[in-house]
C-alpha cells in the first residue's frame, strides 16, 4: 500500500469521510471540514484539537504509528498553521520526506 492509501484510510478512520472523497487534491479546511482557527501558536499536546470532522492529535499519533516513524508535533501543526499542509498531497509529501531520513536510534544503555 502507497504512502496516499495509507493515509487516505487513516483520514477517513478519523474523520468518517467516505474513502471516495479523498483524493490528492481534497483540501483539509474546504474539503474535510479543518477549522484553521483553532491552531494557534500556543496549541501543544495535551490540548486535545478538535478539527472539524478530523482530529489532528488523533491523526498525528495515527501517522506516527502507523508509518513507524517519529514526527515533531510542533512541526506537523506549524505545517497546518502556516498553510504549508492544505491538501492530501502535501500531507502525503510532508510523510514521504520524512520517510526518506533515517531515524534517529535511541542510546543504548550500558
Do not use: A, W
Not at 495535551?46 to 514526527?71: A, C, Y
Amino acid at each position: 500500500m502507497d504512502t496516499f492509501e495509507i493515509v487516505k484510510k487513516i483520514i477517513c478512520e478519523k474523520s468518517g469521510v467516505d474513502e471516495q472523497q479523498i483524493t490528492l487534491e481534497t483540501n483539509f479546511i474546504m474539503d474535510l471540514k479543518v477549522d484553521s482557527q483553532e491552531i494557534t501558536l500556543e496549541t501543544n499536546s495535551v490540548i486535545d484539537l478538535k478539527v472539524g470532522s478530523l482530529d489532528l492529535t488523533q491523526l498525528f499519533f495515527k501517522l506516527e504509528d502507523r508509518f513507524n516513524i517519529k514526527i515533531d508535533y510542533n512541526d506537523f501543526i506549524i505545517n497546518f498553521i502556516n498553510k504549508t499542509i492544505q491538501t492530501v498531497k502535501d500531507l502525503v509529501e510532508y510523510l514521504e520526506k520524512r520517510l526518506e531520513k533515517p531515524q534517529k536510534q535511541p542510546r543504548s544503555r550500558k
